[in-house]
Nanobody
Framework: QVQLVESGGGLVQAGDSLRLSCLDSGGTFSTYAMGWFRQAPGKEREFVAA????????YYGDSMKDRFTISRDNAKNTMYLQMDSLKAEDTAVYFCAASLRVKYGASWSGAYDSWGPGTQVTVSS
């Protein structure tokens, strides 16, 4: 059973970097695609990035592709999101998610079967 938990969130200043982690403690992590989403107060959940089960096909939301990097370490059952040049508009709760059905990930939340509880990222300007 997939059990995801995010970590690494916090309060940073604009221009800083932050790395989020997502640990799967219960499933067969290396067999499914993973994704990151975020949700700011009063806004819909937004796609951030996704990565295939083997890590060779990452892709990003339009506003993140030049600043964020998604990666995974299947030996550690962990996915990462490196966020550079953070902006105030990146402030949100960040969620990781696992897709057992779509091997190369997807940008729509309905493709994902399991979600972590989220980690707060706050960027002060």
């Amino acid at each position: 059973q997939v059990q995801l938990v995010e970590s690494g969130g916090g309060l940073v200043q604009a221009g800083d970097s932050l790395r989020l982690s997502c640990l799967d403690s219960g499933g067969t992590f290396s067999t499914y695609a993973m994704g990151w989403f975020r949700q700011a107060p009063g806004k819909e959940r937004e796609f951030v990035a996704a990565i295939s089960w083997n890590g060779i096909r990452p892709y990003y939301g339009d506003s993140m592709k030049d600043r964020f990097t998604i990666s995974r370490d299947n030996a550690k059952n962990t996915m990462y999101l490196q966020m550079d040049s953070l902006k105030a508009e990146d402030t949100a709760v960040y969620f990781c998610a696992a897709s057992l059905r779509v091997k190369y990930g997807a940008s729509w939340s309905g493709a994902y079967d399991s979600w972590g509880p989220g980690t707060q990222v706050t960027v002060s300007s």
